[in-house]
Protein backbone atom coordinates (compact mmCIF):
# COMPACT_ATOMS: atom_id res chain seq x y z
CA UNK A 1 0.00 0.00 0.00
CA UNK A 2 1.11 3.00 -1.15
CA UNK A 3 0.47 6.50 1.31
CA UNK A 4 1.26 10.10 0.99
CA UNK A 5 0.06 12.82 3.07
CA UNK A 6 -0.24 16.35 2.22
CA UNK A 7 -0.46 18.88 5.00
CA UNK A 8 -2.57 21.73 4.15
CA UNK A 9 -3.22 25.04 6.25
CA UNK A 10 -5.37 23.84 9.33
CA UNK A 11 -6.92 20.55 8.02
CA UNK A 12 -6.01 17.18 8.87
CA UNK A 13 -6.02 15.65 4.95
CA UNK A 14 -4.81 11.97 3.75
CA UNK A 15 -4.14 10.67 0.34
CA UNK A 16 -4.16 7.00 0.45
CA UNK A 17 -3.79 4.60 -2.66
CA UNK A 18 -5.12 1.42 -1.66
CA UNK A 19 -3.78 -0.67 -4.22
CA UNK A 20 -0.19 -0.98 -5.74
CA UNK A 21 -0.90 -3.05 -8.82
CA UNK A 22 -0.17 -2.19 -11.93
CA UNK A 23 -1.99 -3.28 -15.32
CA UNK A 24 -0.85 -2.02 -18.49
CA UNK A 25 -3.25 -1.78 -21.53
CA UNK A 26 -1.89 -1.91 -25.10
CA UNK A 27 -4.12 0.65 -27.10
CA UNK A 28 -1.93 0.21 -30.63
CA UNK A 29 -1.56 -3.42 -30.32
CA UNK A 30 -3.64 -3.69 -33.78
CA UNK A 31 -1.61 -0.53 -35.60
CA UNK A 32 1.74 -0.55 -37.63
CA UNK A 33 4.05 1.97 -38.65
CA UNK A 34 4.18 2.39 -42.43
CA UNK A 35 1.34 3.29 -45.00
CA UNK A 36 -2.06 4.72 -43.86
CA UNK A 37 -4.30 3.69 -47.57
CA UNK A 38 -7.39 5.16 -48.41
CA UNK A 39 -10.17 2.12 -48.42
CA UNK A 40 -11.55 3.53 -51.44
CA UNK A 41 -8.76 4.04 -54.15
CA UNK A 42 -5.82 2.85 -51.98
CA UNK A 43 -3.45 6.22 -52.19
CA UNK A 44 -2.09 7.44 -49.34
CA UNK A 45 -2.34 11.38 -49.40
CA UNK A 46 -4.77 11.49 -46.50
CA UNK A 47 -5.49 14.80 -44.35
CA UNK A 48 -8.37 15.62 -41.93
CA UNK A 49 -11.28 17.38 -43.02
CA UNK A 50 -11.62 20.80 -41.84
CA UNK A 51 -15.51 20.63 -41.45
CA UNK A 52 -16.30 16.90 -40.72
CA UNK A 53 -13.32 15.69 -38.65
CA UNK A 54 -12.78 12.93 -40.85
CA UNK A 55 -9.95 11.47 -42.54
CA UNK A 56 -10.61 12.48 -46.58
CA UNK A 57 -8.30 11.05 -49.42
CA UNK A 58 -6.83 14.12 -51.24
CA UNK A 59 -7.03 11.94 -54.75
CA UNK A 60 -10.43 10.49 -55.16
CA UNK A 61 -12.48 12.79 -52.00
CA UNK A 62 -13.18 9.86 -50.25
CA UNK A 63 -14.04 10.55 -46.14
CA UNK A 64 -14.19 7.99 -43.74
CA UNK A 65 -14.65 7.29 -40.32
CA UNK A 66 -11.94 7.71 -38.05
CA UNK A 67 -10.77 4.54 -35.89
CA UNK A 68 -12.78 4.75 -32.04
CA UNK A 69 -10.10 4.61 -29.15
CA UNK A 70 -9.30 1.31 -27.77
CA UNK A 71 -11.63 0.69 -24.24
CA UNK A 72 -9.76 0.34 -21.34
CA UNK A 73 -11.83 -0.18 -18.32
CA UNK A 74 -15.39 0.98 -19.35
CA UNK A 75 -17.19 0.41 -15.64
CA UNK A 76 -14.87 2.67 -13.39
CA UNK A 77 -16.93 1.18 -10.09
CA UNK A 78 -14.70 -2.07 -10.68
CA UNK A 79 -11.53 -0.01 -11.20
CA UNK A 80 -8.41 -0.89 -9.01
CA UNK A 81 -4.59 -0.31 -8.80
CA UNK A 82 -3.10 1.42 -11.90
CA UNK A 83 -4.50 0.36 -15.47
CA UNK A 84 -1.96 2.36 -18.00
CA UNK A 85 -2.29 2.76 -21.28
CA UNK A 86 0.74 1.83 -23.79
CA UNK A 87 0.57 5.63 -24.84
CA UNK A 88 1.15 6.63 -21.12
CA UNK A 89 3.80 3.92 -20.19
CA UNK A 90 6.81 5.62 -18.97
CA UNK A 91 9.17 7.42 -21.42
CA UNK A 92 12.17 5.41 -21.76
CA UNK A 93 14.95 8.08 -21.77
CA UNK A 94 17.59 6.27 -24.30
CA UNK A 95 15.04 5.76 -26.47
CA UNK A 96 15.89 7.56 -30.21
CA UNK A 97 14.04 9.95 -32.04
CA UNK A 98 15.11 8.72 -34.63
CA UNK A 99 12.99 5.65 -36.37
CA UNK A 100 13.32 4.34 -39.77
CA UNK A 101 10.52 2.50 -41.90
CA UNK A 102 10.46 0.95 -45.13
CA UNK A 103 8.14 1.98 -47.99
CA UNK A 104 5.45 -1.14 -48.36
CA UNK A 105 5.54 0.49 -52.06
CA UNK A 106 8.89 0.57 -53.39
CA UNK A 107 10.90 -1.04 -50.61
CA UNK A 108 12.82 2.22 -50.05
CA UNK A 109 14.16 3.28 -45.88
CA UNK A 110 12.35 6.76 -45.00
CA UNK A 111 14.31 8.34 -41.63
CA UNK A 112 11.48 10.16 -39.40
CA UNK A 113 12.49 12.49 -36.82
CA UNK A 114 9.66 12.31 -34.08
CA UNK A 115 10.49 15.00 -32.03
CA UNK A 116 9.26 17.01 -35.04
CA UNK A 117 7.52 15.22 -36.85
CA UNK A 118 5.12 11.94 -37.33
CA UNK A 119 5.15 11.41 -41.16
CA UNK A 120 7.60 11.34 -44.12
CA UNK A 121 7.10 10.88 -47.96
CA UNK A 122 9.16 8.54 -49.41
CA UNK A 123 11.74 10.28 -51.81
CA UNK A 124 11.06 7.68 -54.60
CA UNK A 125 7.65 6.74 -54.92
CA UNK A 126 6.38 10.16 -52.39
CA UNK A 127 3.87 7.80 -50.68
CA UNK A 128 3.41 9.02 -46.87
CA UNK A 129 4.51 7.11 -44.44
CA UNK A 130 3.67 7.06 -41.06
CA UNK A 131 4.27 6.69 -37.28
CA UNK A 132 1.15 5.11 -35.51
CA UNK A 133 2.46 2.73 -33.36
CA UNK A 134 3.79 3.65 -29.96
CA UNK A 135 7.37 4.39 -29.96
CA UNK A 136 8.93 4.72 -25.89
CA UNK A 137 9.83 8.32 -26.01
CA UNK A 138 6.69 9.76 -25.62
CA UNK A 139 6.02 10.77 -29.31
CA UNK A 140 2.51 8.48 -30.02
CA UNK A 141 -0.42 9.39 -27.20
CA UNK A 142 -3.31 6.56 -27.37
CA UNK A 143 -5.66 9.23 -28.69
CA UNK A 144 -6.09 12.40 -30.43
CA UNK A 145 -9.42 15.02 -29.91
CA UNK A 146 -9.64 16.15 -34.04
CA UNK A 147 -9.55 20.31 -34.91
CA UNK A 148 -13.11 21.46 -35.66
CA UNK A 149 -13.04 24.80 -34.99
CA UNK A 150 -10.99 26.18 -38.45
CA UNK A 151 -8.18 28.45 -38.70
CA UNK A 152 -10.19 31.62 -39.72
CA UNK A 153 -13.21 31.20 -36.88
CA UNK A 154 -10.12 31.19 -34.51
CA UNK A 155 -8.61 34.41 -35.47
CA UNK A 156 -11.98 35.62 -35.23
CA UNK A 157 -12.30 34.68 -31.81
CA UNK A 158 -8.64 35.95 -30.85
CA UNK A 159 -8.96 39.14 -32.74
CA UNK A 160 -12.61 39.68 -30.65
CA UNK A 161 -10.31 39.05 -27.46
CA UNK A 162 -7.96 41.68 -28.11
CA UNK A 163 -10.01 44.16 -29.88
CA UNK A 164 -12.08 44.66 -26.39
CA UNK A 165 -8.17 45.45 -24.76
CA UNK A 166 -6.83 47.54 -26.81
CA UNK A 167 -7.23 50.86 -25.22
CA UNK A 168 -4.55 49.70 -22.34
CA UNK A 169 -2.82 47.62 -24.78
CA UNK A 170 1.14 48.11 -25.44
CA UNK A 171 1.55 50.64 -28.50
CA UNK A 172 4.34 48.48 -29.94
CA UNK A 173 2.04 45.15 -29.28
CA UNK A 174 -1.07 47.40 -31.22
CA UNK A 175 0.97 48.12 -34.25
CA UNK A 176 2.48 44.48 -34.43
CA UNK A 177 -0.73 42.68 -33.70
CA UNK A 178 -1.96 40.17 -36.42
CA UNK A 179 -3.89 36.71 -36.48
CA UNK A 180 -1.71 35.83 -39.67
CA UNK A 181 0.51 33.72 -37.43
CA UNK A 182 -1.74 32.14 -35.06
CA UNK A 183 -0.74 27.89 -35.28
CA UNK A 184 -2.61 25.05 -34.66
CA UNK A 185 -1.10 23.26 -31.88
CA UNK A 186 -1.67 19.77 -30.66
CA UNK A 187 -0.43 19.72 -26.86
CA UNK A 188 0.08 16.64 -24.72
CA UNK A 189 -2.36 15.73 -21.88
CA UNK A 190 -2.78 12.99 -19.93
CA UNK A 191 -6.48 12.28 -19.26
CA UNK A 192 -7.21 9.95 -15.82
CA UNK A 193 -10.66 8.47 -14.27
CA UNK A 194 -10.40 8.05 -11.04
CA UNK A 195 -12.08 5.72 -8.27
CA UNK A 196 -11.95 6.97 -4.91
CA UNK A 197 -14.06 6.87 -1.58
CA UNK A 198 -13.82 10.51 0.37
CA UNK A 199 -14.93 11.23 3.79
CA UNK A 200 -15.14 14.72 5.38
CA UNK A 201 -15.49 15.72 9.54
CA UNK A 202 -16.08 19.10 10.29
CA UNK A 203 -18.83 22.14 11.25
CA UNK A 204 -20.85 24.21 9.75
CA UNK A 205 -23.12 27.42 10.46
CA UNK A 206 -26.03 28.52 9.08
CA UNK A 207 -27.72 32.01 9.19
CA UNK A 208 -30.42 33.02 11.22
CA UNK A 209 -30.53 36.17 11.45
CA UNK A 210 -28.78 39.21 10.77
CA UNK A 211 -29.50 43.14 12.39
CA UNK A 212 -27.37 46.02 12.66
CA UNK A 213 -26.36 47.70 16.37
CA UNK A 214 -25.27 51.17 16.99
CA UNK A 215 -26.17 54.63 15.29
CA UNK A 216 -24.78 56.50 12.22
CA UNK A 217 -21.05 55.72 11.17
CA UNK A 218 -21.22 53.83 13.83
CA UNK A 219 -23.66 50.98 13.05
CA UNK A 220 -22.55 47.51 12.60
CA UNK A 221 -23.85 44.25 11.49
CA UNK A 222 -24.36 41.02 13.38
CA UNK A 223 -25.16 37.86 12.79
CA UNK A 224 -26.98 34.70 14.58
CA UNK A 225 -25.89 31.61 13.13
CA UNK A 226 -26.70 27.87 13.99
CA UNK A 227 -23.35 25.26 14.51
CA UNK A 228 -23.85 21.98 13.44
CA UNK A 229 -21.16 19.04 13.43
CA UNK A 230 -21.24 17.49 9.90
CA UNK A 231 -19.89 14.61 8.37
CA UNK A 232 -20.21 13.44 4.42
CA UNK A 233 -19.02 9.62 3.77
CA UNK A 234 -19.24 9.01 -0.20
CA UNK A 235 -18.08 7.17 -3.15
CA UNK A 236 -17.06 8.86 -6.05
CA UNK A 237 -16.03 8.53 -9.88
CA UNK A 238 -13.98 11.12 -11.59
CA UNK A 239 -14.15 10.85 -14.98
CA UNK A 240 -11.10 12.20 -17.60
CA UNK A 241 -9.43 14.59 -15.37
CA UNK A 242 -7.33 16.47 -17.80
CA UNK A 243 -3.23 17.27 -17.07
CA UNK A 244 -0.95 18.79 -18.76
CA UNK A 245 2.08 16.50 -19.46
CA UNK A 246 4.62 18.80 -20.72
CA UNK A 247 7.28 20.15 -18.21
CA UNK A 248 6.55 23.44 -20.01
CA UNK A 249 3.14 23.84 -19.60
CA UNK A 250 3.02 22.52 -16.26
CA UNK A 251 4.61 25.54 -14.96
CA UNK A 252 1.41 27.82 -15.09
CA UNK A 253 3.03 30.07 -12.79
CA UNK A 254 6.24 31.04 -15.08
CA UNK A 255 7.40 34.49 -14.70
CA UNK A 256 8.10 34.49 -18.42
CA UNK A 257 5.58 32.77 -20.60
CA UNK A 258 1.86 32.83 -19.64
CA UNK A 259 0.92 29.22 -19.42
CA UNK A 260 -1.82 29.51 -17.50
CA UNK A 261 -3.79 30.77 -20.53
CA UNK A 262 -3.53 27.65 -21.74
CA UNK A 263 -4.62 25.87 -18.97
CA UNK A 264 -7.76 28.32 -18.63
CA UNK A 265 -9.43 26.91 -22.10
CA UNK A 266 -10.15 23.85 -20.58
CA UNK A 267 -12.06 21.54 -20.19
CA UNK A 268 -12.13 19.77 -23.59
CA UNK A 269 -14.83 17.15 -24.76
CA UNK A 270 -12.82 14.46 -25.07
CA UNK A 271 -15.42 11.29 -24.73
CA UNK A 272 -15.00 12.25 -28.48
CA UNK A 273 -11.05 11.29 -28.77
CA UNK A 274 -10.23 9.06 -31.29
CA UNK A 275 -7.58 6.02 -32.16
CA UNK A 276 -4.23 8.08 -32.69
CA UNK A 277 -3.13 8.49 -36.14
CA UNK A 278 -0.46 10.78 -37.46
CA UNK A 279 -2.70 12.02 -40.53
CA UNK A 280 -4.77 14.15 -38.43
CA UNK A 281 -1.37 15.71 -37.14
CA UNK A 282 -0.96 17.25 -40.91
CA UNK A 283 -1.18 20.99 -41.25
CA UNK A 284 -0.58 21.45 -37.46
CA UNK A 285 2.30 21.19 -34.79
CA UNK A 286 2.69 19.19 -31.89
CA UNK A 287 4.98 18.80 -29.07
CA UNK A 288 5.79 15.26 -27.40
CA UNK A 289 5.11 14.15 -23.55
CA UNK A 290 8.35 14.38 -21.52
CA UNK A 291 6.48 13.75 -18.21
CA UNK A 292 5.60 10.43 -16.84
CA UNK A 293 2.96 9.32 -14.25
CA UNK A 294 4.97 9.40 -11.33
CA UNK A 295 5.88 12.95 -12.16
CA UNK A 296 2.07 13.80 -12.06
CA UNK A 297 0.23 11.59 -9.78
CA UNK A 298 0.89 14.43 -6.65
CA UNK A 299 -1.20 17.05 -8.81
CA UNK A 300 -3.81 14.10 -10.07
CA UNK A 301 -4.12 13.23 -6.31
CA UNK A 302 -4.37 16.67 -5.23
CA UNK A 303 -6.81 17.42 -8.18
CA UNK A 304 -9.01 14.73 -7.83
CA UNK A 305 -9.22 15.37 -3.69
CA UNK A 306 -10.67 18.94 -4.58
CA UNK A 307 -12.94 17.94 -7.01
CA UNK A 308 -14.39 15.73 -3.88
CA UNK A 309 -14.58 18.11 -1.87
CA UNK A 310 -16.77 20.21 -3.94
CA UNK A 311 -18.95 17.10 -4.53
CA UNK A 312 -19.91 17.62 -1.23
CA UNK A 313 -20.84 21.30 -1.32
CA UNK A 314 -23.90 20.49 -3.33
CA UNK A 315 -25.06 18.36 -0.01
CA UNK A 316 -24.42 21.85 2.07
CA UNK A 317 -26.11 23.95 0.70
CA UNK A 318 -28.09 24.72 4.39
CA UNK A 319 -24.84 26.06 5.75
CA UNK A 320 -24.55 29.17 3.91
CA UNK A 321 -21.60 30.62 5.83
CA UNK A 322 -19.72 27.91 4.78
CA UNK A 323 -17.95 24.77 6.21
CA UNK A 324 -15.00 23.98 8.16
CA UNK A 325 -13.49 20.41 7.51
CA UNK A 326 -11.23 19.89 10.49
CA UNK A 327 -10.13 16.17 8.74
CA UNK A 328 -10.58 14.81 5.24
CA UNK A 329 -9.84 11.34 4.20
CA UNK A 330 -9.33 10.20 0.42
CA UNK A 331 -8.97 6.75 -0.50
CA UNK A 332 -7.85 6.14 -4.33
CA UNK A 333 -9.04 2.70 -5.32
CA UNK A 334 -8.06 2.98 -8.83
CA UNK A 335 -6.37 5.33 -11.41
CA UNK A 336 -6.72 4.68 -15.39
CA UNK A 337 -3.99 6.74 -17.19
CA UNK A 338 -4.41 7.51 -21.38
CA UNK A 339 -2.21 9.72 -23.28
CA UNK A 340 -4.00 12.33 -25.69
CA UNK A 341 -2.93 14.75 -28.16
CA UNK A 342 -5.65 18.12 -27.66
CA UNK A 343 -6.06 20.87 -30.18
CA UNK A 344 -5.53 24.65 -29.81
CA UNK A 345 -5.37 27.40 -31.57
CA UNK A 346 -2.11 29.72 -30.18
CA UNK A 347 -1.42 33.42 -30.77
CA UNK A 348 1.70 34.49 -29.10
CA UNK A 349 3.98 37.98 -28.76
CA UNK A 350 7.22 38.40 -26.56
CA UNK A 351 7.06 41.29 -24.86
CA UNK A 352 10.37 43.05 -23.85
CA UNK A 353 10.94 45.33 -20.52
CA UNK A 354 15.05 45.91 -20.88
CA UNK A 355 16.53 42.36 -19.64
CA UNK A 356 13.06 41.16 -19.02
CA UNK A 357 11.03 39.04 -21.52
CA UNK A 358 7.32 37.64 -21.39
CA UNK A 359 5.91 35.55 -24.13
CA UNK A 360 1.94 36.14 -24.13
CA UNK A 361 -0.51 34.01 -25.45
CA UNK A 362 -3.85 34.19 -26.36
CA UNK A 363 -5.50 30.43 -27.04
CA UNK A 364 -8.47 29.21 -28.48
CA UNK A 365 -10.33 25.54 -27.47
CA UNK A 366 -10.42 24.17 -30.97
CA UNK A 367 -13.69 22.14 -29.99
CA UNK A 368 -15.32 24.81 -28.37
CA UNK A 369 -14.04 28.13 -29.15
CA UNK A 370 -13.27 28.77 -25.42
CA UNK A 371 -10.77 31.70 -25.69
CA UNK A 372 -8.31 32.99 -22.97
CA UNK A 373 -5.27 35.55 -23.70
CA UNK A 374 -2.76 37.32 -21.89
CA UNK A 375 -2.64 41.14 -23.75
CA UNK A 376 1.20 43.34 -22.89
CA UNK A 377 -0.08 46.21 -20.63
CA UNK A 378 0.51 49.83 -21.49
CA UNK A 379 1.27 50.48 -17.70
CA UNK A 380 1.67 54.19 -17.68
CA UNK A 381 -1.24 54.43 -19.40
CA UNK A 382 -3.02 52.65 -17.12
CA UNK A 383 -1.76 54.46 -14.36
CA UNK A 384 -2.69 57.83 -15.35
CA UNK A 385 -6.47 56.67 -15.78
CA UNK A 386 -6.14 55.14 -12.50
CA UNK A 387 -4.99 57.90 -11.01
CA UNK A 388 -7.62 60.05 -12.65
CA UNK A 389 -10.45 57.45 -11.09
CA UNK A 390 -8.75 57.93 -7.63
CA UNK A 391 -8.94 61.83 -7.70
CA UNK A 392 -12.77 61.52 -9.18
CA UNK A 393 -13.20 59.07 -6.01
CA UNK A 394 -11.50 61.55 -4.14
CA UNK A 395 -14.00 64.46 -4.91
CA UNK A 396 -16.64 62.24 -4.64
CA UNK A 397 -15.67 61.56 -0.77
CA UNK A 398 -16.66 65.25 0.13
CA UNK A 399 -19.94 65.47 -1.93
CA UNK A 400 -21.96 62.49 -1.68
CA UNK A 401 -23.51 61.80 1.29
CA UNK A 402 -22.68 58.28 2.51
CA UNK A 403 -21.62 57.07 5.68
CA UNK A 404 -18.82 55.24 4.22
CA UNK A 405 -17.88 57.86 1.84
CA UNK A 406 -14.30 57.02 2.61
CA UNK A 407 -14.78 54.01 0.14
CA UNK A 408 -14.45 55.96 -2.83
CA UNK A 409 -10.83 56.43 -1.94
CA UNK A 410 -10.21 52.97 -3.26
CA UNK A 411 -11.70 53.33 -6.57
CA UNK A 412 -8.62 54.48 -8.38
CA UNK A 413 -6.76 50.57 -6.92
CA UNK A 414 -10.01 48.80 -7.50
CA UNK A 415 -10.21 49.82 -11.21
CA UNK A 416 -6.47 49.34 -11.59
CA UNK A 417 -6.69 45.88 -10.29
CA UNK A 418 -9.76 45.19 -12.38
CA UNK A 419 -8.24 46.25 -15.32
CA UNK A 420 -5.06 45.06 -14.90
CA UNK A 421 -7.15 41.13 -14.22
CA UNK A 422 -8.81 41.98 -17.62
CA UNK A 423 -5.31 42.27 -19.76
CA UNK A 424 -2.95 39.85 -17.98
CA UNK A 425 -5.09 37.28 -16.55
CA UNK A 426 -2.63 35.75 -14.19
CA UNK A 427 -5.37 34.38 -12.36
CA UNK A 428 -7.31 32.71 -15.29
CA UNK A 429 -7.11 28.76 -14.94
CA UNK A 430 -9.46 25.50 -15.91
CA UNK A 431 -11.57 25.30 -13.11
CA UNK A 432 -11.13 21.65 -12.94
CA UNK A 433 -12.72 21.15 -9.50
CA UNK A 434 -16.43 22.38 -11.06
CA UNK A 435 -16.30 21.46 -14.62
CA UNK A 436 -14.38 17.62 -14.46
CA UNK A 437 -17.08 15.12 -15.04
CA UNK A 438 -17.85 13.34 -11.52
CA UNK A 439 -20.64 11.00 -9.97
CA UNK A 440 -21.16 10.69 -6.35
CA UNK A 441 -22.85 7.35 -4.84
CA UNK A 442 -23.17 5.66 -1.63
CA UNK A 443 -23.83 8.77 0.55
CA UNK A 444 -24.20 9.18 4.19
CA UNK A 445 -25.08 12.47 5.89
CA UNK A 446 -24.55 13.55 9.34
CA UNK A 447 -25.54 17.03 10.61
CA UNK A 448 -26.18 16.91 14.42
CA UNK A 449 -26.80 20.41 15.82
CA UNK A 450 -24.17 21.44 18.50
CA UNK A 451 -25.20 25.54 19.47
CA UNK A 452 -26.32 28.67 18.52
CA UNK A 453 -23.76 31.41 18.18
CA UNK A 454 -24.62 35.18 18.69
CA UNK A 455 -23.31 38.53 17.99
CA UNK A 456 -20.70 37.09 15.40
CA UNK A 457 -19.40 39.52 13.40
CA UNK A 458 -18.10 38.29 10.13
CA UNK A 459 -20.06 37.57 7.40
CA UNK A 460 -18.97 34.18 6.53
CA UNK A 461 -17.43 31.42 9.10
CA UNK A 462 -14.00 31.87 10.65
CA UNK A 463 -12.19 29.49 8.82
CA UNK A 464 -14.23 28.08 6.17
CA UNK A 465 -12.28 26.24 4.13
CA UNK A 466 -14.90 23.63 1.99
CA UNK A 467 -13.93 25.84 -1.30
CA UNK A 468 -10.49 25.26 -0.99
CA UNK A 469 -8.20 24.33 -3.70
CA UNK A 470 -5.15 22.85 -3.67
CA UNK A 471 -4.34 21.35 -6.46
CA UNK A 472 -3.42 24.18 -8.68
CA UNK A 473 -0.75 26.08 -8.95
CA UNK A 474 -2.00 29.57 -9.62
CA UNK A 475 -4.06 30.00 -6.45
CA UNK A 476 -2.16 31.57 -3.88
CA UNK A 477 0.88 31.90 -5.03
CA UNK A 478 1.19 35.56 -4.51
CA UNK A 479 -0.85 38.41 -2.80
CA UNK A 480 -0.91 40.04 -6.02
CA UNK A 481 -2.65 37.00 -7.78
CA UNK A 482 -4.96 36.42 -4.57
CA UNK A 483 -6.13 39.99 -4.87
CA UNK A 484 -7.10 39.94 -8.22
CA UNK A 485 -9.15 36.42 -7.92
CA UNK A 486 -10.91 38.60 -4.85
CA UNK A 487 -11.69 41.31 -6.97
CA UNK A 488 -13.10 39.48 -9.77
CA UNK A 489 -14.30 36.14 -8.02
CA UNK A 490 -15.60 37.10 -4.56
CA UNK A 491 -16.59 40.83 -5.84
CA UNK A 492 -15.57 42.44 -2.81
CA UNK A 493 -16.75 45.95 -3.45
CA UNK A 494 -20.35 44.65 -4.78
CA UNK A 495 -21.11 42.92 -1.40
CA UNK A 496 -19.58 46.19 0.24
CA UNK A 497 -22.00 48.03 -1.38
CA UNK A 498 -24.96 45.69 -1.02
CA UNK A 499 -24.54 45.75 2.77
CA UNK A 500 -24.56 48.80 3.33
CA UNK A 501 -27.59 49.15 1.06
CA UNK A 502 -29.33 46.86 3.61
CA UNK A 503 -28.18 48.85 6.32
CA UNK A 504 -29.83 52.07 5.05
CA UNK A 505 -33.19 50.25 4.42
CA UNK A 506 -32.56 48.71 8.16
CA UNK A 507 -32.49 52.93 9.51
CA UNK A 508 -35.15 54.26 7.14
CA UNK A 509 -37.03 51.19 8.78
Not at 51 to 67: A, D, H, I, Q
Not at 473 to 502: H, P, R
Amino acid sequence: MKESEVNKESSNINIETESSETTIIDTHADSKNGQDKCPNCGATDIVPSKNTGKLRCRFCRTEFEPVKAVDMIADLKNLTGDVISSGAHDIDENASDIITLKCDSCGAEVVVDTSSSKQARCHWCRNTLSINHQVPNGSVPDVVLPFSINKENARLEIEKFVGKRKFFANSQFKREFTTENIMGVYFPYMLIDVNAHASFVGEGEHQIRKYYRGNGEHQKAYYDAEVYHIERDFDIIIKGLSIESSKDRLDITSNDKTNNIINAIMPFDIENCIKFNANYLKGYTSEKRDTNIDDLRIIVNNQSQDIARFAANDTLKAYDRGVCWSKEQFDIRGQQWKAAYLPVWLYSYLEVKGNKKLLHYVAVNARTKETMGSVPIHMPKLLLVSGIVELVGFVLMWFVDFDYSWVFLLAGFVYFFIMYARYRNSGARHTYELETTKEISNLNKKDVYVETKKGLSNSTMNGANNKRVNGSKTYGKNFGNSVLNNFTENNIVASFIKDNIEKKDNQTK
